[in-house]
């Protein structure tokens, strides 16, 4: 790997076009060594485009990106040899068992001979697996299939692993189990570089970056995201007929957002203090409230809030 000083991955003015279709607009960002870097967007936001120029299966319309000290243009066999990869779909054989996948991805990735079997050991027990070696993987549960795609994807030791929505469709325990793994990973020195629709675990990250329309809107840590997303203040709304509710106060003065959080809303305003307002308005039209006081904004706040605000200025949340 060339010298990196500290950095991972190095995106600059990065471009990517298809035809009349800009799907990546003019992003930068770094991740650093050893960083659990979270990339968080809704769906068509340029998220997986980016991704695969990363690991140099794309070619970018212009800009620059470096991933482990390796230019995407001119070097992506020198990058795919210094990253793993790890989808959701957790590209595995069924019809293997567990040793067998894991020889066989030794292979893909050419591990020696001589560091075949010492390899195999470390990724059994990474992921917890020592013991399930002779399973077919076609019988194991989501979490244990999870599992063993991580220890495919890193049994060559890559210093950067990329993580696209790894933990969709499992159940919660393994979630967190997986989550263990990849703190622990972090902790080793390895960059991971993940993709998430779940907001819990995205404040797990270091780092998050925000995508919307191809371009990123935020960079920061999850508490910087959560703390300069809101333009005022957000109060939890619970009372009764939230239908009617959400029309009664989106029209009053002082309200700038309303969005529904479980049997409860949240409302982003422009100071606390219209709040007595805003509980006269509804009881005034026969709702009941029976709570209405000031919260601190969740991530998901943050994600609502930054990806439906009108701006073409980033939010610059980080040094």
């Known amino acids: 790997m060339t010298r990196t000083n500290g950095i991972s991955v190095e995106v600059e003015n990065l471009v990517k076009r298809f035809g009349d279709f800009t799907a990546v607009d003019r992003i930068s960002f770094q991740t650093r060594t050893g960083e659990v870097f979270g990339f968080l967007g809704p769906n068509g ?7 695969r120029i990363l690991c140099g299966l794309l070619h970018p319309t212009s800009g620059r990106a470096t991933v482990a000290g ?8 020198l990058i795919r040899r210094n990253i793993g990869y790890m989808s959701q779909k957790f590209s595995l054989y069924a019809d293997l068992t567990v040793f067998e996948n894991l020889r066989f991805y030794a292979g893909m990735y050419g591990v020696p001979s001589t560091e075949l079997r010492g390899r195999i050991d470390w990724a059994l027990e990474m992921a ?13 549960s989501g979490g244990w299939k999870q599992r063993l795609a991580l220890g495919c994807a890193v049994l060559h030791r890559p210093p950067i692993v990329f993580l696209d929505e790894p933990t969709s469709g499992v159940d919660p325990l ?5 989550w263990e793994l990849i703190q622990r990973m972090s902790a080793d020195g390895v960059t991971i570089f993940v993709t998430t629709h779940y907001m819990d675990e995205a404040e797990y990250c270091n780092r998050l970056a925000l995508m919307n329309g191809g371009k990123l809107i935020a960079l920061g840590t999850p508490t910087e995201l959560k703390l300069g ?4 203040s957000l109060l939890l709304l ?6 009617d509710a959400i029309e009664r106060v989106r029209h009053l003065d002082g309200v700038r957002d309303v969005a529904v959080f479980g049997s409860a809303l949240h409302l982003v305003v422009s100071d ?41 200025t980033p939010a610059e949340l980080s040094q």
Do not use: M, N, Q
């Open 45 to 51: 936001s340029g998220k997986s485009t980016t991704i």
């Open 70 to 77: 390796y230019d995407v243009v001119e070097a992506p066999e």
């Open 238 to 243: 619970e009372c009764e007929r939230i239908g």
């Open 174 to 178: 393994s979630r967190r189990l997986f």
């Open 128 to 140: 917890g697996l020592r013991g399930r070696e002779s399973s077919l993987t076609g019988t194991l």
């Open 229 to 232: 997303s809101i333009r005022g």
């Open 272 to 312: 606390e203090a219209v709040a007595p307002a805003i509980r006269a308005a509804l009881e005034a039209d026969g709702i009941a409230v029976t709570g209405l006081h000031t919260i601190r904004p969740s991530l998901e706040d943050a994600f609502v809030a930054l990806t439906t605000r009108r701006t073409d």
